[in-house]
């Protein structure tokens, strides 16, 4: 089995910084392609970061540089750093990861986390 556990949201002011984070145990060598996808309230949910096949993360187009995420293989951890945030980026981020496939469809992943609330006040 795999567990994903997220850490580090919470409430910051527009234009802040947060950095959220992910722990991987259990059969940890099925959790190849990890990624962080969001819902906001009333919204479907969304890829935010991803891994592709090449283990480099792709972005949604609403990051816009803003976020940074990576990955520490010794850790089992996934980072999703934060910056310039905005009330739009309000959301449960979840963590996710794939045996074969990642990226940004949070259909190809095989496992969840329980998600962290980021809120953000305007």
């Known amino acids: 089995q795999v567990q994903l556990a997220e850490f580090g949201g919470g409430l910051v002011q527009t234009g802040g910084s947060l950095r959220i984070s992910c722990v991987v145990s259990?059969?940890?060598?099925?959790?190849?392609?990890m990624g962080w996808i969001r819902q906001g309230p009333g919204k479907e949910r969304e890829g935010v970061a991803g891994q592709d096949s090449d283990e480099k993360f792709s972005y949604g187009d609403f990051v816009k540089g803003r976020f940074t995420a990576s990955k520490d293989y010794a850790k089992h951890t996934l980072y999703l750093q934060m910056n310039d945030l905005r009330p739009e980026d309000t959301g449960m981020y979840y963590c996710?990861?794939?045996?074969?496939?990642?990226?940004?469809?949070?259909?190809?992943?095989?496992?969840w986390g329980q998600g962290t609330q980021v809120t953000v006040s305007s």
């Open positions: 996710a990861a794939g045996e074969i496939l990642g990226g940004l469809a949070h259909h190809t992943y095989n496992y």
């Open positions: 259990g059969e940890t060598h099925r959790t190849q392609y």
